[in-house]
Structures are given as structure tokens and as C-alpha cells.
């Protein structure tokens, strides 16, 4: 009877998936909203059954997505599916929500890669190389239709479109871990009330207001920080690709806790709630409001601001 109940669950649940599947490919607008439910059907079985017959939930839908897609259905199966069967199994397994997101991040973040990988060297379709060439050549189109209209390029603009362009590449790393972070935080918000409809127990968030990053985490900037300094790197090799990876992450972290302490501040002092969003929205939008959040981060991370604020 228990098998029964099994299959019976896990053919509902492949079928849900084959429509939002077929969502996702053939219609853009809403394929696009869909696209971040795939996971739950496999969060779901994940959540309630073993890791075999998660596993066996797995090979099913690969198939029924070859069957009902096409061949490139595949990969957002394996990305969605190992990405919901990892984070359904923490889930199982009693895990705090923290847990759940990083184990989900991480097996994303995998996908991404290894999908990547294998795009470049068996089809040769190097996506992100031809999205900077397309760049690149706009750029170089921009400029023509200036010349052509007689007007001279200004020579300092398009030197810094050049090194923005570069940086963009060096960056791509970094890229793909706030892709799979950010991807991971959607199919949390938008399945785990669904899942706790039909009797899942998820650990609550705690508020963002009491995140503390490691303080091990200010020795490593400083380190990163004083290595860019000091090693001249030859750009695009791997010691500057690994340094302005690294430094990029480290400073969008030393950012999320200079906001946290923003909130935590402005908890205390009983400000409205909408203050501390319309900072965070702002601090995104105006540059020299991203450098004092930062700062803040440091200080907050490395000198215990919180306690001298309630001391």
C-alpha cells in the first residue's frame, strides 16, 4: 500500500512537471515566472521519501523530459532537478533553511558549470564569450555612427567601456555564484509556502537584521585586498582572475553585512520598516552610497559595531 501511495505520488508529480516544463520552453512570458517552480516538484519527493527513490524520481523525469521537450530540456532538468532532490533531502533530513540554500547553491552552482563546460567543448557554443563579443561590437558601432555623424569619440569613455568590458569577463566566476545564489533564494520563496501547504516542516529564516558573517571573513578580504596591491598580475591570467574573483565576492559580502547592520540599527531605533528598504534599493542604484554600506560592512564585521551601538 505504501509503494502504491509512492507511485501514485510520484506520477502526479512528474506530470506537474511536464506541463511547467513545457511552459518554461514554448511560451517566454510565463515560461520565465514557471521556470522557478521546476524545483518543487522534486523538493517535494525529496522531502517525503528516501534518496533511492529520489534518485529513481530523477532518471523519470529525465527521461519524460526528453520525451515531452526536446534534447536541450535536459539540461534544465539536471540543473532543477539535482538542485530540488539535494535541498528536498536536507529538508528530510531535519536541516536548518541556511543549510538547505548553500547545499542548493552549491549543486546549482555545479550544473552551471560542468553545462558550460561540456557546451564549449563538445558543441563549441561559448555563450558568454559571444554575449562580450556582442558587446563589444556594439560598442564598436556606437562609435562608428558617432564618427560617421562628425563627431569625435571621446578617447577616456571608451577606454573605461573597454576595461568595464574586461572586468566583466574577468568576473564570469563570480557571475555564475550570484546566478545559482540568487536562483536558489527565488525557488525558495516561491516553494517552500507550497510545500508547507501539504505538510512539510521548513525551518524558519532568521531576520536578516541578526545575519553576522565569520569575522575569519575580514582577514580574508585584507588579504585579497593586499595581494591586488602589491602582485601585478598579467590581466586575464589566473593568479588576477582568482584575485578579482575572490576580492569581488569578498566586497559583495562585507556589503550584505554593512545592510544587515542597517537593518539591525534601524530595528533599534524603532525607524519604519520602509526606511531600511528604500536604503537597500538605493544603495544599488547610487555608487558612493555601495562604498559607505561597504565600509559600514567592515567596520561592523571587524569592530563589533552592533555591541559599542547598544553599549
Do not use: C
Amino acid at each position: 500500500m505504501k509503494n502504491v501511495h509512492k507511485l501514485t505520488e510520484g506520477a502526479i508529480l512528474l506530470a506537474a512537471y511536464a506541463v511547467m516544463l513545457l511552459i518554461t520552453i514554448y511560451v517566454p512570458i510565463l515560461g520565465a515566472v514557471v521556470n522557478l517552480f521546476l524545483s518543487l516538484p522534486f523538493i517535494m519527493f525529496a522531502a517525503k521519501h528516501n534518496r533511492q527513490s529520489a534518485l529513481v524520481f530523477m532518471v523519470a523525469a529525465t527521461l519524460l523530459s526528453l520525451i515531452v521537450g526536446t534534447f536541450f530540456a535536459i539540461p534544465l532538468t539536471l540543473a532543477y532537478g539535482l538542485t530540488g532532490i539535494v535541498m528536498g533531502d536536507f529538508i528530510r533530513n531535519q536541516k536548518g533553511r541556511a543549510a538547505v540554500f548553500l547545499a542548493g547553491s552549491i549543486t546549482f552552482l555545479l550544473n552551471l558549470v560542468i553545462q558550460y563546460a561540456v557546451a564549449v567543448a563538445l558543441f563549441k557554443m561559448d555563450f558568454i564569450k559571444q554575449s562580450i563579443d556582442l558587446v563589444r561590437e556594439s560598442v564598436e558601432q556606437s562609435m562608428s555612427m558617432l564618427e560617421a555623424l562628425g563627431q569625435e569619440p571621446n578617447s577616456t569613455i571608451l577606454e573605461q567601456l573597454n576595461t568595464g568590458i574586461d572586468l566583466l569577463q574577468s568576473l564570469v566566476p563570480s557571475i555564475f555564484v550570484m546566478i545559482s545564489l540568487a536562483t536558489v533564494f527565488f525557488i525558495q520563496l516561491v516553494s517552500f509556502p507550497i510545500i508547507k501547504r501539504f505538510g512539510v516542516k521548513i525551518g524558519e529564516w532568521k531576520s536578516f537584521r541578526e545575519l553576522t558573517l565569520p569575522k575569519s571573513l575580514i582577514y580574508y578580504f585584507f588579504i585579497a585586498f593586499a595581494a591586488s596591491l602589491f602582485i601585478h598580475a598579467e590581466a586575464g591570467g589566473y593568479v588576477y582572475l582568482a584575485l578579482t574573483n575572490i576580492l569581488f565576492v569578498l566586497q559583495l559580502l562585507m556589503v550584505v553585512q554593512g545592510l544587515a547592520f542597517i537593518w539591525y540599527y534601524s530595528h533599534l531605533k524603532g525607524w519604519p520598516k520602509a526606511l531600511p528598504i528604500l536604503i537597500t534599493v538605493f544603495v544599488f542604484i547610487l555608487p558612493f552610497l555601495l562604498y559607505i554600506v561597504w565600509i559600514l560592512g567592515i567596520i561592523d564585521l571587524g569592530f563589533d559595531l552592533r555591541k559599542r551601538v547598544i553599549k
